[in-house]
């Protein structure tokens, strides 16, 4: 089925020196003729045709190698011009047990996607959040609950009437001010999703991504590549979906190299996964604090293998639950401060 509904790219055919990344792909024939020992670690996919989208995947594919020479390979299973037939291929054990990057320039995903969303913790990077308003928009397919982020929005694409529904509702929101204040506060969200769904709309000055609608502000390229490091960190996100951009690379070579770099990141960080999980107790470094104004026993953990931290506010007697938190966190309840995130945190529990 998979060699039935994808065409495979052309970009196989070129070759590639033992330092680029292209060595390390291989084409989805590569697995319909002679299957590995081991599943890919990685997936590739588009949705769409495949002339207008080979200039990004030959960016990629000359960048630098990123696995060793004996590692897990990435596969390429390269275009899906049915979008309908995404949802089956979601649900092969070949893709179930690899993570996916998938590129999906014209939201032709968005229906399969919704499914898995609703069922998942997923967070969502995008300007603009119109929930229960006119316009209707995708949010309105959402179950929105403590398992959605909302990463990145703009205040003024934002109705407050959106804002207080989500939040109301349980979502996790950040502005995307706060966030490029200090970027490492998205990754905590990051920790626990499943899926990541990075709308490329919401990138500032995207004239080459979005000539219809380029935007003055928003993500820089520089943090878009961080955003995508820090994804590929993550030991849970199984799904990686860019969305919403422009798919003709030939007539824009500068959007198909800012794809190419961005999944470089994701790749690159994703071989440092840590599959740290949350670790054991007594590995974490613990520091308790007692917030009076609250009579709030909160303590935070921080890893050593990593430096990530995680809090709990459980009474000393119980086995704490421990939940994601960043730095900036912790150094605020030292000052008697209580984050938004803990304040959040302890409403869901």
């Known amino acids: ?68 020479s004996q590692a897990p390979f990435i596969l390429d299973l390269g275009y ?3 979008p309908q037939a995404l949802s089956f291929l979601l649900e092969q054990p070949l893709v179930q047990n ?22 998942q913790v997923a967070s969502i990077l995008d300007q603009n959040l119109l929930y229960q308003e006119a316009p209707r928009s995708y949010l309105d397919q959402l179950n929105i609950g403590p398992n959605l982020a909302f990463l990145g929005y703009q205040s003024h694409y934002c109705s407050k009437n959106s804002l207080i529904r989500l939040q109301e509702a349980g979502a996790w929101t950040q502005r995307l001010g706060l966030l490029q204040s200090q970027l490492s506060e998205i990754e905590p969200s990051f920790r626990e999703s499943q899926l990541l ?53 030939n007539a824009a070579p500068l959007a198909a190299k800012l794809l190419a770099q961005m ?14 999980g949350i670790p054991p107790l007594q590995e974490l470094q613990r520091y308790a604090l007692q917030l009076p104004q609250d ?20 009474p000393e007697e119980e086995a704490p639950r421990l939940l994601p938190c ?23 529990l």
Do not use: V
């Open 80 to 82: 899906l011009p049915q």
């Open 295 to 314: 009579n709030l026993p909160l303590s935070f953990y921080q890893s050593p293998r990593s430096g990530r931290w995680w809090f709990s506010i459980s």
């Open 98 to 119: 690899s993570c996916l990057l998938l590129l999906d320039p014209e939201e032709q995903a968005l229906p399969s996607l919704i499914k898995h969303i609703n069922q």
């Open 197 to 249: 769904l990075f709308r490329l709309s919401s990138l500032a000055q995207n004239g080459f991504l979005a000539p219809q609608s380029p935007e003055p502000n928003g993500w820089t390229n520089k943090e878009a590549c961080q955003i995508m490091s820090y994804a590929g960190l993550s030991e849970q996100i199984q799904l990686l979906c860019l969305q919403n951009f422009r798919a003709d690379y």
């Open 326 to 348: 960043s730095e900036r966190d912790y150094l605020l309840a030292c000052k008697g401060q209580i984050s938004e995130r803990i304040f959040w945190s302890a409403q869901q």
């Open 263 to 276: 999944c470089w990141y994701f790749c690159s960080a994703f071989k440092e996964r840590l599959a740290e």
């Open 1 to 68: 089925m998979l060699s039935s509904s994808c065409i495979p790219s052309a970009i196989h055919a070129a070759p590639f020196s033992d330092w680029q990344l292209g060595a390390q792909i291989r084409p989805l024939s590569f697995w319909t003729q002679k299957q590995p020992a081991a599943a890919p670690r990685l997936i590739l996919l588009s949705l769409g045709h495949r002339p207008q989208q080979e200039g990004f995947r030959k960016a990629l594919y000359a960048l630098q190698a990123i696995f060793p």
